[in-house]
């Protein structure tokens, strides 16, 4: 965010109702929308790569991470022109606010204003000296004042110029007596402010959430914390709530700081039919995460699906064979999906066969703890750097969707197998174990949960409004 949201309480607290659409909405949130928002952020000066991964965690899946990739890095409209707007402020001399467009310079903007250009150089070095002028994202708002020309032939004179490149901090450059240029820095209070949001799914959690005012980020993280729990296109229902409380950072002057991040979240599946919740919590020495009720973490051994986009189109357990065309163990499910979905590491492990296999086409299998191995069979390509030994993350991509070997049409076989047996992969990746707090981190969670709960209420109880840190 770039400090021109609204105030929290335009954002909060909006309910929804139940639509249909459901299946539609939720498909096109696949690797479209991956991509899309992996797009890198625009600089007004340059073209640099820069995503951040809030929580980044290797051994985390990527569903709802890759899809809300950018949201940090929310950039506004582009533009192609600098937008500017004029109001006079006295009859001597005119402020304008300008946004700078992609490929836009401050010298530029200032330029194009005509201002003259020994001004523009003094302003630069003036203000180069708080700001990081390189880094202005496009969309900045700067805003200058211009006083008139001393003689018919001159150009016109750059009074003061205002930028805020940061919500907490606004850079002032005025020009003096003697045509030089002084800059000064005010740097605005910050507080932490809890806010709630909740609503029925419509559409999907995504888009919900993002009606209900929840910021990119917090919507990010929340996804990711019930990812290993619910898969975002099957088990959403007509019905299903969300709710979510947040810590998020204003200004004294109510910019947003930042997108801030979840503290608690609840999502019900199957129409009500069940509940999940999630706390954040740190242990001693552990890592800043996500534990349900029961302090377990959401952390799964094995993601529940491979895949982000997809259906199940054959089960495991006897099926006739619709190449061999007689009845034998479907040792795997199947997955369909278009050719080129990215096929993701169901677990950390290491690569044990990586090539051609036979009916199985192209085919990944790695190794996990616990004498669990997994199998992806069929695949169009194998990603780069899968190759037998190498180590993989949980959630990677190791390759994609096709139908190669024996395969009717382009969708993922998936097997998993337990020391060395086929089992179902979806009954095992269901009870998949988790590690739980214990001893002291455990009565110490028990005393956040307990917190959270009561903290939760209090902003429930005020509605439209955000309560202050205790
Ligand atoms: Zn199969």
Redesign the pocket.
């Known amino acids: 965010m770039n400090g021109t949201s609204a105030p929290p309480h335009h954002h909060l607290w909006r309910k929804f109702c139940v639509g249909f659409g459901v299946l539609a909405v939720v498909a096109a949130l696949g690797w479209g929308a991956a991509r899309f928002f992996l797009q890198p952020a625009e600089s007004a000066e340059t073209a640099s790569l820069s995503l951040t991964f809030p929580l980044a965690d290797p051994t985390a899946p990527p569903t709802a991470e890759d899809i809300l990739a950018a949201g940090r890095e929310e950039s506004p409209a582009p533009s192609t022109e600098s937008s500017v707007e004029i109001s006079p402020v006295e009859s001597s001399s005119v402020e304008t606010l300008v946004r700078l467009a992609k490929g836009d310079t401050v010298a530029r903007v200032l330029q194009k204003l005509g201002v003259a250009s020994g001004d523009i150089g003094n302003t630069i070095a003036a203000l180069a000296e708080r700001v990081r002028l390189k880094s202005l994202p496009v969309g900045q708002a700067l805003t200058v004042k211009m006083g008139p020309a001393d003689d018919a032939d001159a150009t016109p004179v750059l009074l003061a110029l205002t930028i805020r490149p940061e919500p907490r901090r606004e850079i002032t450059l005025e020009r003096d007596g003697e045509g030089g240029y002084s800059v000064e820095e005010e740097i605005f209070a910050v507080t932490a402010k809890r806010e709630r949001a909740s609503g029925e799914v419509e559409g999907s959690v995504i888009a919900s959430a993002e009606a209900a005012g929840v910021p990119r980020g917090p919507l990010a993280e929340m996804l990711r914390a019930f990812s290993w729990d619910v898969n975002f296109q099957h088990d959403i229902k007509v019905g299903d709530r969300f709710d979510v409380l947040i810590e998020r950072s204003w200004t004294s002057d109510g910019q947003a700081v930042d997108d801030g991040r979840v503290l608690w979240a609840e999502l019900t599946t199957g129409g009500g039919d069940e509940r999940f919740s999630v706390y954040r919590f740190q242990p001693q020495g552990g890592e800043d995460f996500f534990y349900n009720r029961d302090g377990e973490s959401v952390v799964k051994a094995l993601l529940r699906t491979p895949l982000n986009m997809s259906r199940i189109s ?1 089960r495991f357990g006897h099926r006739r064979h619709p190449v061999l065309k007689f009845t034998r163990l ?1 040792a ?3 997955f369909a999906a278009p050719t080129g979905t990215p096929i993701l590491a169901a677990g950390a492990g290491r690569v044990v066969e990586a090539g051609r296999n036979g009916g199985y086409g192209r085919w990944v299998k790695i190794s996990h703890d616990g004498g669990l191995a997994t199998g992806y ?1 069929h695949m169009s390509r194998i990603a780069p750097g899968v190759r037998r030994s190498a180590r993989v993350r949980q959630g990677q991509v190791i390759g994609f969707v096709g139908s190669t070997g024996l395969s009717t049409g382009p969708h993922l ?1 998936f097997e998993l197998h337990r020391h060395g047996r086929p089992v179902d992969p979806l009954s095992v990746a269901r009870t998949a174990q988790r590690t739980r707090l214990g001893g002291k981190e455990l009565e110490r969670f028990k005393a956040h949960v307990t917190e959270m709960d009561l903290a939760r209420e209090m902003v429930a109880t005020t509605e439209n409004q955000t309560t202050d840190n205790p």
């Open positions: 054959s479907h795997g499910v199947d069979a076989h």
